[in-house]
């Protein structure tokens, strides 16, 4: 069996990006058979405490650290790496449309959906204006709270 280990992991302190309680990432975790668990959650260690807690009572190993969100550029669509094009647009008619949706009278099916919820998966995606830094002992993880609370003190929030 593959040893895995999550390096990129959200709690519910990252507001609005992750769900689950740290003791029950941790105890998905063990289920899963993870060797190592790492905590990522914005712009600080915010649940890095409970996890820590949730982890020692299992022993498994944490890696400690946090996504920090890029500062944007002035172009149209205030991402790094210039502009993009907006969604929905087609490119080289690559991307598909929606199936049409069955005309009057027509029975739809009774199971299973015959038509993308979302659109179509995108065939470039978007550069991403957030960074996700780790802590490899306790100097970076102090290095990492020195960095993270600058950035909190001059108001930078992205």
């Known amino acids: 069996m593959a040893r895995f280990a999550e390096l990129h992991c959200h709690t519910n302190f990252s507001f609005l990006d992750g769900a689950s309680h740290p003791s029950e990432l941790v105890q998905r975790a063990v289920e899963l058979g993870y060797v190592a668990l790492g905590a990522t959650d914005h712009d600080g260690f915010r649940g890095a405490v409970k996890v820590h807690q949730a982890a020692r009572a299992v022993g498994m190993p944490i890696v400690y ?11 149209p669509s205030g991402r790094i790496g210039g502009p993009s094009e ?6 080289d008619n690559a991307e598909l449309s929606p ?5 009057s009278g027509e029975p739809r099916p009774r199971r299973g959906r015959i038509r993308r919820m979302h659109g179509s998966k995108p065939i470039a995606t978007d550069p991403t204006d957030h960074l996700v830094l780790l802590a490899p002992n306790p100097d970076g993880y102090r290095a990492i709270s020195r960095f ?5 003190y001059r108001g930078a929030r992205h």
């Open 65 to 75: 650290g946090t996504e920090v969100g890029l500062p944007r550029d002035d172009s």
């Open 148 to 152: 993270v609370t600058r950035g909190q």
């Open 86 to 91: 907006p969604r929905g647009v087609k490119r």
């Open 99 to 103: 199936s049409p949706t069955p005309r």
